[in-house]
Structures are given as C-alpha cells and as structure tokens.
C-alpha cells in the first residue's frame, strides 16, 4: 500500500469516529443500499452516555487555549474556527496571519470572515447541494450516472449502467484510490478526467471503498446536469445564496478575487512559505469550494437542524439523511473491540465511546489547506476549523478535542500526536530515487539530441523531450515542465511538486531507443511513452 494511502486509512479511521451502525442491504442489484427508505422501521433509540454540565459552554471555554497551542506547536501561518450550538453561534475566531510573508501587515490577521480554501470539506457541502436535487425530485441518489451523462463509461460494461450517483458520492464505485488525480495535476479539466475514468480497472463494485475525487465529481456532476446548469451556480442557486453564505463559492477564480482571503502555504524547508496556488475547479464538488467559517456557521445550523435554517426548509429532511448515515464501510475494524468507520455520501460517518453518532470530514492540500467539521447531532453542536497550510492534523486534532470536551469534560487522546503521524505518513516524498546519492563515477548519456522528440502515450499523452541550453527538458500535459538531470547512462531524473507529489519528490525518466519510462506515471503500468 502506498505511503499516502495507507495514511488516508488510517486517517478514515481516526475522523470517522469508529463508527458502528448498519445499512439496509440491497433490494436488487441494480438498486444499491440507502438508508431512510421508506417502509423501513427504525430502531429504538439507545440513549447515549450523559453529556457533563454545562458541557459545550465549557468546551468553547477551552477553545482559545487549545487554538493558541496548536498554532504554537504546529507552526502553522492561520486558522479560523466556529462551533455552531442551539441554533447560534456561539465562538468564532481567527488565529495567526493569512501570508506569512507579511507578518507585521495590520490588515494580514486571519477573522472570522476571512476565505479559505475547504479543499475535500467540499464534498460535505456538495452532498447536500445534491440532497436537495433529490428532494425537489430533479434525481435521486439512485440515478444512474448514464442517465444524464451518455459519454460516461467505467472499465467494466456491466457496472457501466447501473453506478449511481449515491454509489460515486460514497467512493462504492470500484475505482482505485484518488483515480484521476495526477491527470488533474497535468492541467486535464473535468470533462476530460472524467471521461479517463473508464481507463481504470475497477474493484468490486459497491464492496469495494476508495476514496476518489473525480468518482465523487461525476456524481455530483449528474445532478447538476440534471438541473441544467453548471455545478457552481446550482450550489449558490439552491445552498449558498438561501442560507446567505456570501463568501462560498466554488470556482477558484472568486476565492482569488476575495480581499480577506487565507493565502496557501506548503511546508519547505522547516517553514510554510506561500509558494503554490491550488486551483481544485476540475474536482470542484470534491474539492474546490471556499468559505469563510462565518459563513460556515449558516451551513452547520442548517445541518443541526435537519436541513432548515431559520424556519425555512433547505434541503428536504428525507433526502439528507442518507447523506450523514452509513453508506459503505470505510474502515473494517481490524479486532473485535473495535468500531469501524463508515462513509454516508461526502461525510464520514462513525459512533464515539460516549455512543454518540459524530459525522465529519477532513480536507486537505499539499499545497496548502487543511480543514475539518465536526457534528455530534445528539449535542446538538458541530465545530469547523479552517487553516492555510499543508496538512498536519492541526484542524482535525482541535475538532477532537473539543469532541472530547463536550462528551467527557476532558481530553482523552493524543490527538495531535495520532493525525501528525498520520499527515507525515501522507506527506512523504514519492520516488525510488528518494534520499539516494547520485553514482561517483556514471555511465555518459548518449548525445542529448538523440533523446529528444515526442513520445506518445494514450492515457497521459504527449510527452515532448528537448534540448535546451545544454541540458534535457521534459513537459507533458500543460502543466509539467521540467529539467531532466542526468544519474546514469540512459537514466535521468526530474523533481516537481504537485497537489499529490510532496515537496521531495523524484522521479527517473528511463530512455530505451524510441521507449521513455517516466517512473512517477508508471504506478500501475501506464508510464511507458513511445517516439
């Protein structure tokens, strides 16, 4: 199992709260499990443990302490955090500065009306965006993809036509894990990611969990289809501008264009520095929205209430609670004691030691963001914390804390301790080259100009090798373009950072006659380009 995945599992399990429910099975093949059906008879409610008096206020009492350590241990440049309870909100703050390298700028400290970039928390928005699609009976989160993308296809004919938007939105669809992602690093938009997906093979399908961004795309991408308009104006039509969150959206371009906005910032030599700009509108649903977390608070308040915000009906009660209960399991306990995790669709789902249903979800950007809520319905209470950095488990750590807070009136983990390793796991350089010395003495490349050209490859496409200035330059798709450096006879190697290559990353480029192999593409045998 690669570094990142391994990691993103054990993350799954640790921010879906171990949960341990059950789903209804399936009427029919074609008809995949959801919860809430009708007819169905719901268990009796088993009380959870008591909450401790006066918990929330004590917990958001604790707030500042807690936001204030992580930031001095973690190094981070900003974060803003908001807890939504009864209805209100009742905490909203921001921590540090939105760019580092203005540190003394008055106007540069994080607010709670400050931007930032949610990254996958996009995803537990878009779900409700489609939960509302489904109940004003414009889809439902059984219709099949095909039926409102005719061009869509998976490797697999016959899972073809029955994959639903249900069985995208909750990562059941059979495709490997992040399929899609390192096209979307190349420059390739949406349509032309999601029509690669049929170049993957697939798992079994809906057994199979793997967390894909594009695969949750295409879902959401359905119903906006179905609604007869792009993705970013459903969400503000039918989410945004009714629970007036002035400040979300999901096109990259607005965020770039807000005036308080939380800039990027990716972690390079021992400090974050604003280097990259991540722009998430190819997986948009998945990962491309932004918000402030005051405007996240209107979300929240919807969601503690079942889909209504200040006596308005949002999104139809019925159509949301498939969304926020268990879908697929995500997690399988590893021991009998153990609770497993679940996914619903775009949040993971799980039940805490004090018996309580939590639902949550994580976001994170190599190149900069790193995000989580947290909703413990039964204390009516849900927390999000934003920050501008790459990923170190500082949001999530604060969530849990507070969880813990609220459910025992003390922390009981070592949550930073337990998401860092996680995140370090996630942020390893990726290469076989990684931290090796270059031979003393090299076998001499051939003459330079007998390497160039361009060599051809029917998934990632063209690959264009020249000579300039001496020296070997590789570029493929719009995005990549970098030197080549020589290691040893035909071998030569170029490092890049991308959304899902972290800062260290090597790859070698293998020259044999008229063959190139690219190492870092080369993952599941596609990395071969001919001239």
């Known amino acids: 199992m690669k570094p990142r995945v391994a990691a993103l599992a054990m993350l799954t399990v640790l921010v879906a709260g171990c949960g341990a429910d059950t789903t209804p099975s399936s009427p029919s093949s074609s008809s995949p ?49 908001a807890v ?24 540069n400290r994080v607010d709670p009306d400050t931007v930032f970039q949610l990254a996958s928390v996009s995803k537990s928005l878009a779900a409700t965006v489609v939960a509302h699609q ?4 414009s889809v439902d989160w059984n219709t099949p993809i095909v039926a409102k993308l005719p061009w869509f296809a998976l490797s697999d004919p016959a899972v073809t036509p029955m994959v639903t938007i249900g069985d995208m939105m909750s990562h059941r669809s059979g495709l ?17 990611v999601l029509e690669k997906l049929r170049e993957y093979p697939l798992d079994p399908f809906r057994i199979s969990y793997a967390y894909t961004n594009f695969g949750f795309t295409a879902g ?49 030599d021992g400090s974050y520095q604003p280097r990259y700009i991540r722009n998430a509108d190819a997986e948009g649903p998945a990962g491309g929205a932004s918000a402030s977390v005051q405007d996240m608070t209107h979300w929240l308040a919807m969601m503690l209430a079942d889909g209504s915000y200040q006596g308005k009906q949002i999104v139809d009660r ?31 789902v799980g039940t805490t030691s004090a018996a309580r249903t939590e639902v949550s979800h994580s976001g994170a950007f190599e190149l900069g963001a790193g995000t989580n809520v947290l909703i413990l319905p039964s204390a ?55 931290g090796k010395t270059p031979p003393s003495e ?73 063959k190139l192999t690219l190492e870092y593409y080369d993952e599941d045998g596609r990395g071969v380009f001919l001239r």
Request: negative net charge; aromatic residues 8%.
């Open 380 to 434: 009516d209470v849900a927390i999000v914390a934003l920050t501008n950095a790459t990923p170190i488990g500082v949001p999530e750590t604060l969530t849990a804390e507070f969880a813990d807070l609220v459910q025992f009136g003390e922390i009981r983990q070592d949550w930073y301790g337990l998401y860092r390793k996680a995140f370090e796991e996630m942020d390893a350089p990726v290469g076989s080259l990684v």
């Open 33 to 81: 499990p959801t919860a809430g059906q009708a007819g169905d008879t719901p268990p009796p409610l088993v009380p959870a443990m008591p909450l401790p008096g006066n918990a929330v206020d004590a917990a958001v009492g604790r707030l500042d302490e807690l936001a204030g350590d992580l930031m001095r241990k973690s190094g981070i440049p900003g974060m803003a955090v």
């Open 176 to 192: 490997p894990d992040h399929a899609g992602d390192q096209l979307e690093d190349l420059g390739y938009d949406r349509r032309q």
């Open 84 to 107: 939504v309870h009864g209805g209100k909100t009742v905490y909203a703050k921001g921590f540090g500065v939105k760019n580092a390298t203005l540190p003394d700028d008055p106007g």
């Open 220 to 268: 959401a991408e359905t119903a906006a289809v179905a609604a007869g308009k792009p993705w970013e104006n459903l969400a503000a039509d039918v989410l945004f501008t009714p629970l007036g969150m002035t400040t979300a959206s999901y096109r990259y371009a607005d965020f770039a264009l807000r005036p308080d906005r939380a800039v990027g910032h990716i972690h390079v």
């Open 134 to 137: 489904v109940g004003v009976k």
């Open 442 to 514: 090299p076998a001499p490349p051939a003459p330079l100009q007998t390497y160039a050209g361009t060599y051809r490859n029917g998934f990632w496409g063209a690959a264009t090798v020249s000579e300039v200035n001496g020296a070997l330059r590789l570029r493929l798709g719009t995005t990549l373009d970098v030197e080549l450096r020589h290691w040893d006879g035909n071998v030569f190697t170029f490092a890049f950072v991308t959304e899902n290559a972290p800062p260290g990353t090597v790859s070698t480029a293998t020259f044999d006659g008229d």
């Open 318 to 348: 019925a159509a949301l609670l498939p969304a926020v209960t268990p879908q697929i399991v995500s997690s399988p306990a590893t021991e009998p004691a153990m609770r497993s995790g679940f996914y619903g669709f775009g949040f993971n």
